[in-house]
């Protein structure tokens, strides 16, 4: 027996040495690349977007892993550019737009058509437009597109009001207070009246209709009717004896001049409104196969698409294969002949895939913290690239001690960010309401800005370039100001009259929210010598919280832009019910905002966006901690795949290079 | 025998409604919601929402009408997935979960049952000792250590076997990783339950009884000490089977396996009550049904056991 045993002790030795061998000789031999670095033989791409895609129904998902499936079956007006995601021609082949920039007359390309045949018309844009807006659709994005005339009134169920069968105006009707938001009939001039002038459109009746003054626009709801009456006693008068007509999908400003000519009319100026258009809510869904098959139109075998790609198989769960659309207007140039599309959560097990060579390359933030130092030498393969995905820490504004500005800014001095980002390795520090990587234009604005302040403040330019950075004596003086004297005592700071105890710093449950925190929380206690205890909540539990400024203390706001402009971070604090989730609320900062964004030439308006962000800053209504870098792989071979700042690749230019000698090697020259 | 049968048929329906309704209650406790993300919607799109799924109806009529729909056999369709049906995604993920956990379970059994009838027989042997300090260690390491483990040698060093995914039921190069990691552990307990199994019944009168009839040894074994020394492995198969069936979350994440497991913990994050409620119904039926197995399954292997 004894003999037995150690014979089998023998054998297991023998294996874990051979095997050992094995793996020292495969790893030696690719160790340039991260495992398996084999092109497949295919024009296949084998990548990993996120999770099980909720629909296919582009106007259905909020989510990014949709949105990368969306930019493969489904293509709009415009498309984003494949490495910095300006929107460039795409179903559109040129646009023209108002003075006011809100008005957008779009030239469709003839070409373009469905991946049944079925030539993509203006028709097809008027109808998934109205599509979207329509409250059955229950599309959870369709706020995007309020900016569309009556769009917001068709989507909410709202009616306009007719009395003595006459429309009632908006104008007539504003609340004292409401006066000041720039409708656009008060500052209406006759050079701005003109719509898009160089085009020779023929004047249509929808188009008298959607550019006269705006119509009343009311709650469908009775009870609503009478809330608002309450607000606004002009509103009484106005909702006797009259009538109410439901506001339909033919009263929103979308509007098919003919087979290939668009007019989008918005409500007000929204310079940004192109940029949103490369949004998947904006890409035209097929009426054909809708109206056919109903709610199954996004079964393999009935959808219909309008992108460089068509769903091939989709089994949910796994995979979702996509092919070449033969139709696609410039089919000839799409390189790739499939793309598979697999549904995998787990960080690790992509990371496997990937070191197996069983996928080619996967989307952004799928590498955890503690591997990144392992896969950054991988020069050929790993990316870290601005993006514009930011993470602050929002404050209870409603409620002591973060109702002082004093305690709110102490806070903010009292965490080094520079560490912070160091420690989160794909981050950098963030010091204000945007990140520097949303435009080039913007920055140079909000320098220019910055340095009129300084002047006006009279700082030294070094004083005025950290005022925002971490500074703990400082900090430790705002705090005492505001009433919480911090005491020294051998080396350790503690400040006993803070109510620490009565304050939490909420995230929801993700492994490296915890690590922010508790490294935050270190700082604050060094710094400050306050112990801001932590709390971790389930996504779910933890949204409905913050939204409602109903936690005490402290919360996590992430957010990842919409589109490329500084309006999307800037309007986290816009309106009396934001996103920003502190509760912050200055009709000044809305004013700031109205009129940067009615301001027709750029530079200026982004100098006014600038002045607004400087302005709201000033109240620090978030601390704002870092600016994420993409953070994912590809495989050498494969080419045209950009770390663009939102991760949403334009597809048709990705290829499989065979030949070795022209992979890529050292990723930091991609974007060149 | 089939009266006992009938009885506890027609009580599993009553039984999964409760376990149902309590569930619902839960769901609705939770906080949340199936379209709660990290953009607040605008007050008119939740409206619409809310009232596309009935949210604005009282909370008993929704109650009723859920029920209505479950006993109908209606689950309606997922709240996330809004593509798929509750019925469809059942339809497609049991066979997943149910071919990688009976394969687990036959796997088990070939190894427990061997090293466990085996470690009886040689008691207090270094075979014994052996197999069950294995068992043991099989046991207390959980599968998301060891699946890891698995697939760190055998995909990422040797290359040899894909290090997740689904390839379809004939894909056994997909299938082999995660069937060991399952099979490991149940194994493991199986080898514990037949060795004391096997102890108990070696060393009762009707076995030196039929030693004293001078049967072989084999038949002693094979014929009279297995059965009844595998009462306690019956006892266990049956729960065992229906989670195996169910699906097991660890394994199904860690391997990217489209199964029930996998669903099931994505219908909860996403707070999307009819496919919840639909696994739920569904698996607590098929534990209702494998537990009644069980106890027939006693009654063919105990002669003295009787319904």
């Known amino acids: 027996m004894k003999r037995h045993c150690f014979n089998n002790v023998r054998l297991g030795l023998a294996i874990i040495a051979l095997s050992v061998f094995a793996v020292g000789c495969r790893t030696s031999a690719n160790s340039r690349y991260f495992g398996e670095t084999v092109p497949p033989t295919r024009n296949i791409l084998r990548y990993v977007t996120g999770p099980e895609p909720e629909s296919l129904d582009p106007q259905i998902p909020d989510g990014q892993p949709e949105a990368r499936i969306f930019l493969a079956l489904y293509e709009g007006l415009v498309e984003y550019d494949p490495k910095d995601l300006h929107p460039v021609p795409a179903i559109a082949e040129s646009w023209e737009i108002s003075r006011k920039i809100d008005e957008f007359v779009f030239h469709l390309r003839k070409d373009a058509k469905w991946s049944d045949g079925k030539p993509i018309t203006a028709s097809d844009f008027v109808y998934s437009f109205r599509r979207g807006f329509a409250p059955e659709t229950v599309s959870r994005t369709a706020e995007l597109g309020y900016f569309i005339k009556y769009a ?14 006459q429309f009632l105006l908006a104008k007539d009707f504003a609340p004292a207070t409401e006066a000041k938001t720039n409708e656009p009939e008060n500052n209406k001039s006759p050079e701005n009246e003109q719509a898009v002038s160089s085009s020779a459109i023929a004047e249509t009746e929808f188009h008298q209709f959607i550019k006269s003054p705006d119509r009343l626009v009311v709650s469908g709801d009775e009870k609503e009717r009478a809330k608002a009456v309450e607000v606004n006693p002009a509103l009484k008068t106005a909702l006797e004896d009259s009538e109410f007509v439901p506001v339909k999908g033919e009263d929103i400003g979308v509007e098919a001049i003919d087979d290939y000519t668009l007019r989008i009319t918005l409500r007000q100026s929204a310079p940004f409104f192109l940029g949103l258009l490369a949004h998947q809510f904006f890409r035209p869904v097929p009426q054909q196969a809708i109206e056919k098959y109903g709610k199954a139109w996004t079964r393999p075998e009935n959808i219909v698409t309008s992108g460089a790609f068509k769903v091939k198989e989709h089994k949910p769960y796994d995979v979702l ?28 097990t992509i990371l496997n895939l990937y070191k197996a060579g069983s996928i080619d390359a996967f989307s952004n933030h799928m590498i955890p913290a503690s591997w990144v130092d392992e896969m950054r030498p991988f020069k050929d393969e790993y990316l870290n690239f601005p993006e514009i995905f930011t993470q602050y820490y929002s404050m209870n504004m409603k409620k002591p001690p973060f109702d002082n500005l004093k305690v709110r800014q102490a806070f903010n001095l009292s965490i080094d960010k520079v560490a912070l980002a160091e420690f989160r390795k794909t981050q950098k520090p963030l010091y204000d309401l945007s990140p520097p990587s949303i435009s080039s234009e913007y920055e140079k604005a909000r320098s220019a800005v910055s340095e009129e302040l300084r002047l006006k403040s009279n700082t030294s330019p070094e004083e005025w370039a950290n005022r925002n950075h971490f500074n703990p004596e400082r900090a430790r003086q705002l705090l005492a100001e505001a009433g919480f004297a911090v005491q020294q005592n051998n080396n350790a700071y503690t400040c006993p009259s803070f109510p620490a105890d009565k304050i939490a710093l909420s ?3 993700f492994e490296s929210n915890r690590l922010v925190a508790e490294f935050v929380q270190a700082q604050w206690k060094q710094n400050l010598g306050v112990i801001v205890p932590l709390k971790n909540m389930e996504f779910k539990t933890f949204l409905p919280m913050k939204n409602a400024v109903d936690y005490d203390g402290l919360a996590l706001t992430l957010w990842s832009a919409d589109y490329l402009d500084p309006y999307t971070f800037l309007g986290l604090q816009y309106g009396i019910s934001n996103n920003g989730g502190s509760g912050y609320y200055d009709p000044k900062y809305d004013r700031m905002l109205d009129e940067a964004n009615s301001e027709l030439n750029p530079q200026t308006r982004y100098e006014k966006l600038a002045r607004a962000e400087a302005y709201a800053m000033n109240q620090q209504p978030f601390i704002p901690l870092t600016v994420g870098s993409t953070n994912w792989m590809k495989k050498p071979y494969v080419k045209g795949l950009y770390p663009n700042p939102g991760t949403l690749h334009s597809w048709k230019y990705v290829y499989i290079e065979r030949d070795p000698s022209k992979w890529d090697s050292n990723v930091e020259n991609i974007m060149k | 025998m089939l009266q006992f049968i009938l009885k506890r048929v027609v009580i599993i329906v009553p039984m999964a409604l409760v376990v149902v309704s309590l569930t619902w209650g839960l769901v609705r406790l939770a906080p949340g919601n199936f379209y709660t993300s990290e953009k607040k919607l605008s007050p008119a799109i939740e409206k619409n ?32 997935y809004q593509d798929q049906s509750v019925n469809e995604i059942l339809w497609r993920t049991v066979p997943v979960s149910a071919t990688i956990g009976i394969l687990a379970y036959l796997l088990a059994l070939l190894i427990g049952l061997t090293t466990g009838t085996l470690a009886a027989l040689k008691q207090n042997s270094s075979l014994d000792y052996g197999s069950m300090a294995f068992a043991m260690l099989g046991q207390s390491v959980p599968n998301f250590v060891i699946g890891p483990i698995l697939v760190l040698v ?38 514990r339950l037949t060795r004391a199994g096997m102890l108990e019944v070696l060393r009762s009168d009707y076995i030196r009884t039929a030693r004293a009839k001078g049967l072989s040894e084999r038949a002693v074994i094979f014929r009279h000490a297995l059965r ?39 219908s909860c994050l996403n707070r999307d009550e ?15 049904f494998a537990n009644l197995a069980v106890d027939i399954a006693y009654a063919y292997l105990d002669p003295r056991i009787r319904y």
Not at chain 1, 323 to 348: C, G, R
Not at chain 2, 157 to 179: K, Q, S, T
Not at chain 2, 228 to 254: H, K, N, Y
């Open chain 1, 321 to 348: 294969k996509v092919e070449k659309n033969p139709n696609y207007w410039d089919a000839q140039n799409v390189k790739l002949d499939e793309i598979d599309f697999y549904s995998v959560e787990e960080q690790t």
């Open chain 1, 152 to 165: 917001k009134a068709f989507n909410a169920k709202s009616v306009f009001v007719k009395k003595n069968n």
């Open chain 2, 274 to 288: 009819t496919l919840i409620l639909g696994i739920v119904a569904f698996v607590s039926v098929l534990i209702m």
């Open chain 2, 228 to 266: 009844g020394g595998l009462m306690p492995v019956v006892s266990f198969t049956g729960p065992a089977l229906a989670g195996l069936l169910a699906g097991t979350v660890v394994i199904e994440r860690i391997f990217a396996l489209p199964g029930l497991g996998n669903v099931f913990i994505q």
């Open chain 1, 507 to 509: 995230y929801n449950t």
């Open chain 2, 49 to 80: 929402i809310r009232e596309k799924y009935g949210l604005d109806k009282p909370v008993l009529q929704q109650y009723l009408i859920m029920i209505g729909n479950i006993v109908r056999g209606d689950f309606g369709d997922s709240l996330k």
């Open chain 2, 154 to 191: 055998f995909s990422l060093w040797l290359y040899w076997l894909p290090p997740a995914r689904w390839n379809g039921f004939l894909g056994i190069a997909n299938l082999i990783l995660p069937v060991v990691t399952l099979a490991l552990i149940y194994a493991a307990y199986i080898a």
